[in-house]
């Protein structure tokens, strides 16, 4: 909305007086050295894409490095003694244990939500029978302890044929925010083809007429000509997963398969480090906008001011 | 038919060095022998290089035929021809012709394969496959189709008992020929080269490459199995060919400067070259 | 008793000259599925790369927009790994050769390191990348840089230097050495001004083979955890960098994503091989322009 | 040279009293050389004590026997079971299909090119196989996923997108050049000796070459399957690439597997904790890895030298 | 002194072969010269192979001393031993002492490259660097020190003239010398050896790879230097010996038969063998 197009001509002006006058104090201005970025490779697209429009339009002498080791390998490059990497990009919060270590290694870590993404289930485009399904209907598909095998088990009116269940391996946080919040720690069906690209799952369900698979949006946005997306009735009708559905503009009607994707900041690395801090600002007042062209669902403008004002605190 | 062959006999070559004289000293016995190999006007070059020259020599059969000469004259090249084994080496060419009991093998029809089960060959070096001493016999013989264990042991047997070495390693058949001496390896070669009984026998120095025990040991096989073959013997020792031949060609720079009985080579040749080489003034 | 009926063995024969022109087709044929297969490749990717490799595409740094996206950095990080890996190999490797042929008695010492070097040959790349990752990254602190991805490279690809610079070595005729040591040189000098000089064409040869193999290595970068965007070029070897292949194997692991990506990492193959091939063309060149030269 | 003898002399003699410094180098260069030549062996016991230390750790969490002999391979998740015997299936079944492609094909270039090309096909298909060997194995996983899986999966409709048959395939492609060039080399080695006696005996060339030439050259042959094995096991991108990444255990080269090197790649470019059991297991992998290659190459090491051609 | 050395000559050697009268035909001229090299009842093995066996010579300066004997009787062996090259092969022992202007250089405090730089050497195949003519010369005073660029030249030019081919090859002397013929490259050789100034050149059968005519332009040379160098000159050639030496050595088997001035030994030899070997009966 409004506060986007402020921010953004805030930021230009910024960069316009930057190269001119590169004064120590002020901390956005003129920077140089590194910001280092690693963890979830769901984040991965947006947080490139941040990285390259603040090395272009904001900071030229700042390098932003993004890594994709995955939300909980980045979190252990992230708590190390001496700090390690500046921002890790996490599909899910923070552990307990994480935290802990955080703490013991007195790093303070700063939240910042970035963007949502719904877990979007996706089918061949020739499958006309499964376009929409309730919430219960898709946990059970994929829960061990229903025995579901085909897609007649589902609905008997469906066709009796094998359901390929398909989606993502344990290294990504989308199987562990399936697993976790959605089968809430029930054993998935074994059968479960799970892969670790999703280049694969891609190709797997677009040339299976009994597949289903569940990932992030963006990978169902970004091929959308192979791939239809389940409706999902969570009992108030069918609900196609799109950003605004999953966003605030339909109200977070696709909600109960929304979760937010974040970043946490190393608040000791933001303080000694200029170009950290002002990274973070940017990343902040630009999630949205980002968020849309990786395909995130934007935050609302209130979490956008709140995790704004945090991060001011800091200066 | 025998006379005209006779007759043929050197023709070509430079006339005043060998005339049919040479060969009136035949015995009487040999000329009712059959010839084996005829070659005519037989010339060949490695590339540009004229190893042989405007070759006319008959070979009869069940003699021992020594083929002398210096170093480089030309004698493994012209042992080698007559199995066609110089084809071989890419850049060879042939003229003239080689008639084998009257047929062309030069011919492209004449299966290099058929010839070379009549026409076996020994090398200086002991070459025997790294297998058993049975399975170096019996390899000829198995490429040739026969399957048989009973027959191939038969064979076996013969051959070795043929080359004279079967009371040395009849007990050992299935130990690697390698683990034999050179001269009793040079035997399982001959051995391996009878066994799928060939008419001629080319033998290219086979003794060289061996102690003075074992060569005469192979000297003496050599008289043995003239009876049954016919065998056309190189060698560099003027004393191993007076010894084992019947009749001895001399070579010189790619050419035959003289063909003849052994004895007359030995005691009255023809040829002062031929002379001065038997009497090592050269080569 | 004849074994052998030559009637018999006639017949035979056109059956065995038959299955020997059969084998002798088929064995040709087994020649021609490498080269088939490398035709394929090499047209599937040139297909699949048209249009993508232009100036724009070489001289671009990295970016997430595909029409943007150019591969300046991972050719200019690969430039700056083999600025660690060839001395590294050279002297490493180079020096080991020498100790090996010229200096080290014959015996159980000198062979120990003899079959542990064609034992390290075989090591499979992976685990010189966890070597990497626990000795240089992290061990010595140095994070994924040039040196710690240099160092790692290094030590993988040297015994393909070691060996070939034993053989270059080995081939130098003892004659040369003897005419050195006969005007009084000390082992040292002989094999300095002598020996490296004569041998150094093969140990070029063998360490651009090294090299090339050390380009295109994937494996023991992506433990070494390179960053997957990295946009500013690297100035030394203490920068972060990112290398082609493993450009290759992002893009190509994010086609689901953006499809272009494909194309982009069929042409940054196309980059790949094509130095590579210039590589091999050295070699190629100095093996043919200074064989044999005594 | 009339008198001037003696000049050159007498510098010669004067430069030798200065030339300590040369006597100091040649005492140094040896030793330097020698430390030098013990980075190789420090690499090896680097590689053992980085994978030994982090495998200790494992195994005291897992048992060697669940390692050894566990077919679940369930690193992450609920109740995490760590089982080797799916990866190691992974393995051997993708380079058993490389074998049964680049064994035959290598070795029947080899004797093509050994015992039937002339010189100049020679001369022209072996740089070609060079060629082939240099190309980048991220590049052949490419070819792999987007090239070979395609067609494969049109022949075969069952196949998986991802599955083990094609990048084992592509992988025994790639490996062909290594097969026919140490092969050749084995061929080469048997002096044609033989090769004439076999052919004099009326052999036809197919029957010197395998029953005389093949056999006297199978020590140097089999050294090179075994190396070729060798490769094949520690080979990670193809596999990465294109066989996916389910932990199966099963034997239908259908379906998706995961070798031992992709699973190292999955758990250090994905969610490895430190200290986690999933971390360790990276190294218990490896030190498996290692030594099969290691069993692998010592083999190899062995029958050459051991068989080393008599003739 | 002179008179001691000339007695030690050969006085281990069998009794019955060389006897002191051997030496007294000597030259008046020669009595007065002074000895490089006396080698003391030495012995060499190979491992097990004993390849010289009590050697007891004197080597005279300003001489041309001619070593010969049949193929593998050790005359390479013991020249590579004055100026110790054979250490470089490992399995080499050696006993009794060589004394090179009367320091034992079988000591170790004697720095063997201090020794071969008194003690050139030139071998049997031209073996110059793959480098330029002109590095080839100068390899020698550069590594031992010698940097001054006008030094060098100067150097290089004497040494090729020195080697009498300074005009043939003046216009192309950074090019490299492989470019040249095998005489060419010999005299290339021994001038690379003349540019250190050695006292002797050891010389392994210099021109037994080389054409007559290059041979003639060594044997020439050889003759031109010996005013300022001792030349020790291991030869096939009996010609050559008899030519361009002054003194010879006749080994046979490791051993030295007869040691004298050129011209007895080949006019009246002591010894039965040396008249056999010289007059071409074996060897
Ligand atoms: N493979 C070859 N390629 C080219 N030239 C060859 C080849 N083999 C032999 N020659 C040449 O052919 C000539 C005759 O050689 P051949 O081997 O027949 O001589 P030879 O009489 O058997 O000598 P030796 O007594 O040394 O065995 C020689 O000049 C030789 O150089
Ligand atoms: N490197 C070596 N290792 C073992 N034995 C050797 C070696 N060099 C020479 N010999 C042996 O020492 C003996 C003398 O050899 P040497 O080379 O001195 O003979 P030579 O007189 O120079 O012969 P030629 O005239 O052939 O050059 C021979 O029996 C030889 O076999
Ligand atoms: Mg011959
Ligand atoms: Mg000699």
Not at chain 1, 53 to 62: A, K, L
Not at chain 1, 269 to 287: G, R, T
Not at chain 2, 149 to 168: F, H, N, P, Q
Not at chain 4, 181 to 205: F, I, Q, W, Y
Request: aromatic fraction near 10%; hydrophobic fraction near 45%.
């Amino acid at each position: 909305g409004g506060s986007d197009d402020a921010d953004e001509t805030e930021g230009n002006e910024n960069s316009s007086t930057g190269n001119e006058t590169p004064t120590e104090e002020v901390a956005d201005e003129g920077l140089e050295g590194s910001v280092v970025i690693d963890g979830s490779g769901t984040v991965y697209p947006f947080m490139a894409k941040m990285a390259e429009n603040y090395m272009t339009n904001e900071q030229e002498g700042v390098s932003v490095e993004v890594g994709r080791a995955g939300t909980s390998a980045g979190f252990k490059k992230f708590l190390v003694d001496q700090g390690g990497t500046d921002f890790n990009d996490a599909s899910r919060q923070i552990k307990d244990e994480e935290q802990a270590t955080a703490d013991e290694l007195g790093i303070e870590v700063q939240e910042i939500k970035v963007a949502l993404d719904g877990l979007t289930f996706v089918i061949n485009p020739e499958n006309d029978w499964a376009k929409e399904l309730t919430k219960d209907e898709l946990i059970k598909i994929f829960l061990d302890s229903e025995g579901i095998k085909n897609w007649s088990d589902v609905r008997p009116d469906f066709p009796n044929e094998p359901i390929s269940k398909m989606g993502p391996n344990e290294n990504h946080g989308t199987y562990e925010f399936f697993w976790e919040k959605i089968l809430e720690e029930q054993d998935l069906d074994a059968d479960t083809n799970l892969q670790q690209e999703y280049s694969i799952l891609v190709d797997l369900v677009s040339k299976d007429k009994n597949a289903i698979a569940f990932f992030g949006y963006g990978y169902y946005e970004n091929n959308k000509d192979k791939l239809q997306a389940v409706q999902v009735d969570f009992g108030n009708g069918p609900v196609e997963p799109n950003l605004d559905t999953i966003g605030e503009s339909e109200d977070f009607a696709y909600s109960p398969f929304t979760r937010p994707v974040f970043t946490y900041l190393n608040v000791n690395m933001a303080k000694e480090k200029p170009q950290v801090l002002d990274f973070a600002i940017y990343a902040v007042e630009n999630a949205q906008t980002v968020a849309a062209e990786t395909g995130f669902a934007p935050l609302t403008d209130d979490e956008v001011k709140a995790s704004l004002d945090a991060l001011n605190a800091l200066k | 038919m025998k006379g005209m062959k006779r007759m043929a006999v050197m023709t070509k070559v430079k006339k005043n060095f060998v005339s049919p004289a040479n060969i009136g000293t035949l015995e009487p016995a040999q000329k009712s022998k059959k010839v084996a190999f005829q070659t005519k006007e037989l010339n060949l070059w490695y590339g540009e290089d004229h190893a042989l020259k405007n070759i006319n020599l008959d070979i009869f059969e069940n003699e021992v035929t020594a083929i002398i000469g210096p170093s480089g004259c030309g004698k493994s090249t012209f042992i080698k021809t007559l199995n066609r084994m110089v084809e071989l080496i890419p850049v060879v060419k042939i003229s003239g012709d080689i008639l084998y009991r009257e047929k062309s093998i030069l011919n492209k029809s004449y299966k290099v394969e058929d010839l070379r089960t009549r026409v076996g060959m020994v090398f200086q070096k002991p070459n025997p496959f790294p297998k058993s001493i049975y399975e170096n016999i019996a390899y000829g013989p198995k490429i040739h189709g026969i399957r048989n264990k009973k027959i191939l042991d038969e064979i076996v047997e013969k051959s070795l008992r043929g080359a004279a070495i079967w009371d040395e390693v009849k007990d050992r058949l299935h130990e690697n020929a390698y683990g034999l001496s050179g001269g009793q390896q040079q035997r399982i070669c001959i051995a391996r080269c009878l066994a799928i009984e060939p008419d001629v026998i080319l033998m290219d120095e086979p003794t060289s490459a061996l102690d003075p025990i074992s060569t005469l040991k192979i000297e003496e096989l050599v008289q043995e199995l003239k009876k049954d073959f016919s065998i056309i013997i190189v060698t560099h020792n003027m004393q191993q060919a007076a010894r084992i031949s019947d009749k001895t060609a001399f070579f010189l720079n790619g050419e035959v400067i003289e063909f003849d009985a052994t004895d007359k080579i030995f005691s009255t040749p023809s040829d002062k070259r031929t002379e001065d080489y038997i009497t090592g003034r050269f080569g | 008793m004849k074994y052998f009926d030559s009637g018999q063995i006639q017949k035979k024969l056109g059956s065995r000259l038959l299955l020997n022109q059969v084998a002798k087709r088929l064995f040709f044929l087994a020649t021609l599925v490498g080269l088939v297969v490398l035709v394929i490749l090499i047209y599937r990717v040139f297909s699949d790369s048209l249009g993508w490799i232009d100036f724009e595409f070489l001289s671009n740094k990295l970016s997430t927009d595909p029409q943007k996206a150019g591969i300046l950095g991972a050719i200019s990080g690969t430039f700056w790994l083999m600025v660690v890996v060839a001395p590294v190999t050279f002297f490493l490797g180079v020096g080991t050769a020498i100790y090996l042929e010229e200096f080290a008695k014959k015996g159980r010492f000198q062979s120990f390191i003899q079959t542990n070097i064609s034992n390290l040959a075989g090591v499979p790349s992976i685990v010189f990348g966890l070597l990497g990752l626990t000795v240089f990254v992290r061990g010595l602190g140095l994070g994924a840089v040039v040196l710690a991805g240099g160092l790692t490279m290094a030590l993988l690809v040297l015994p393909i230097v070691v060996v070939s610079a034993q053989e270059a070595i080995r081939a130098v005729p003892q004659y040369l050495r003897d005419a050195s040591y006969g005007m009084g040189a000390t082992k040292w000098q002989t094999i300095k001004n002598v020996v490296l000089p004569a041998a150094i064409p093969g140990i070029l040869t063998g360490i651009i083979l090294a090299l090339s193999r050390a380009i295109g290595e994937t494996a023991p970068l992506v433990v070494l955890g390179i960053p997957a965007l990295l946009i500013p070029l690297p100035e030394g070897i203490f920068d972060k960098f990112t290398v082609m292949p493993l450009q290759i194997y992002y893009w190509t692991i994010d086609a689901a994503l953006v499809t272009e990506y494909a194309n982009l990492a069929a042409a940054s193959i196309v980059v790949l091989l094509f130095i590579l091939f210039l590589m091999n063309s050295v070699a190629v060149f100095i093996r043919n322009k200074y064989q044999k030269r005594y | 040279m009339e008198k001037s003898i003696g000049q050159v002399r007498k510098m010669i003699e004067e430069n030798k009293k200065t030339a300590s410094l040369t006597n100091v180098v040649e005492k140094v260069i040896p030793k330097t050389l020698f430390v030098i030549a013990v980075i190789s062996i420090l690499t090896t016991l680097g590689i053992l004590v980085t994978l030994l230390s982090e495998t200790v750790a494992f195994f005291k969490e897992i048992s060697f026997i669940e390692f050894f002999t566990g077919t679940v391979l369930k690193p992450l998740g609920q109740n995490a079971q760590f089982g080797v015997l799916p990866l190691l299936t992974g393995t051997l079944i993708s380079s058993a299909i490389a074998m049964v492609v680049a064994i035959p094909i290598g070795l029947m270039t080899a004797v093509y090119l050994s015992e039937y090309a002339s010189e100049k096909v020679r001369k022209v298909v072996k740089p070609i196989l060079e060629i082939l060997a240099g190309i980048p194995t991220i590049v052949y996983g490419f070819f792999a996923l987007t090239f070979v899986t395609p067609i494969l999966r049109s022949l075969i409709p069952s196949l998986e997108p991802t599955n083990i048959l094609s990048p084992g395939i592509v992988m025994g492609i790639m490996i062909i050049p290594m097969v026919a060039s140490l092969s050749e080399d084995a061929l080469g080695a048997v002096p044609n000796s033989m090769r004439e006696g076999a052919l004099a005996l009326g052999a036809t060339k197919l029957e010197v070459t395998w029953k005389v030439i093949v056999p006297a050259a199978i020590s140097g042959i089999v050294a090179s399957f075994v190396l070729a094995i060798s490769r094949a096991i520690g080979e990670t991108m193809i596999v990465t690439i294109a066989s996916g990444s389910s932990k199966n255990f099963t034997f239908d080269i259908t379906q998706s597997m995961q070798t031992m090197t992709a699973y190292i790649v999955e758990v250090t470019g994905g969610d490895a904790p430190a200290g986690s059991t999933l971390y360790y297991s990276l190294y218990a992998v490896a030190m498996t890895l290692f030594v099969f290659t290691l069993v692998m190459n010592l083999i190899a090491q062995y029958i050459s030298r051991k068989f080393r051609e008599e003739y």
